[in-house]
């Protein structure tokens, strides 16, 4: 099981003890993953980002950056070697144009749909190129700061709801894998002896 909402953890725990006669084994830093976690506090590496990082170095191989668009937008850093070396962990789409329109009265709440061009003549427009194009622009700059600081240049995997149109903007995205956290969940439970 992974969860990254530690106040559902009792409750599901609870239903699959209940309803299927198990106690489920939960992704943290203390069971097999087949990586080295890095992090200054492993204990505080979510069970999400584990599981892409487990799923990524298994299918994937080499020097890879795996960007997970989801409620936040995590970029994890995986060593060739097998080591999850870090990241960073920004607000994602939805909630970047949640902030927005919840902070500002007139603003309209948005359709994510990628607008025809940069320079919005309305409102919705003009909201969807900063949300959609400028949220591109980021994850560029900070693919190409990865790739400087660790003067290699890595193999970027997404991930996550959002990932497809994020990904049809740039060519700095390789794969598009919109499981991969379930895959490397899948894999974890192999490796533990459960599947």
Do not use: W
């Not at 609870?14 to 992090?39: A, D, Q, W």
């Not at 969807?128 to 400087?148: D, F, P, R």
């Amino acid at each position: 099981m992974s969860s990254v909402i530690p106040s559902i953890n009792y409750t599901i725990e609870h239903m699959c003890s209940l309803y299927f006669g198990i106690k489920p084994l939960i992704v943290s830093s203390e069971i097999i993953t087949g990586i080295r976690n890095c992090y200054d506090d492993p204990d505080r590496l979510g069970s999400d980002r584990i599981c892409s990082a487990v799923a990524a170095n298994k299918m994937y191989c080499g020097d890879i950056i795996v960007i997970d668009f989801g409620t936040a937008t995590s970029f994890n850093c995986i060593a060739k070697e097998g080591e999850f070396l870090g990241g960073l962990i920004c607000p994602g789409l939805k909630v970047s144009a949640s902030a927005l329109t919840s902070s500002a009265a007139l603003l309209p709440k948005i359709e994510f749909d990628l607008p025809e061009k940069v320079i919005g003549t309305n409102t919705t427009d003009a909201i969807q190129s900063v949300i959609i194009l400028g949220y591109v622009g980021m994850v560029e700059y900070l693919i190409k700061k990865i790739n400087e600081e660790r003067n290699i240049n890595h193999k970027v995997i997404a991930t996550g709801g959002m990932s497809s149109l994020i990904a049809s903007e740039t060519k700095l995205i390789d794969i598009i894998d919109p499981i991969l956290t379930l895959e490397g969940l899948s894999l974890i439970a192999q490796m533990n002896g459960l599947a």
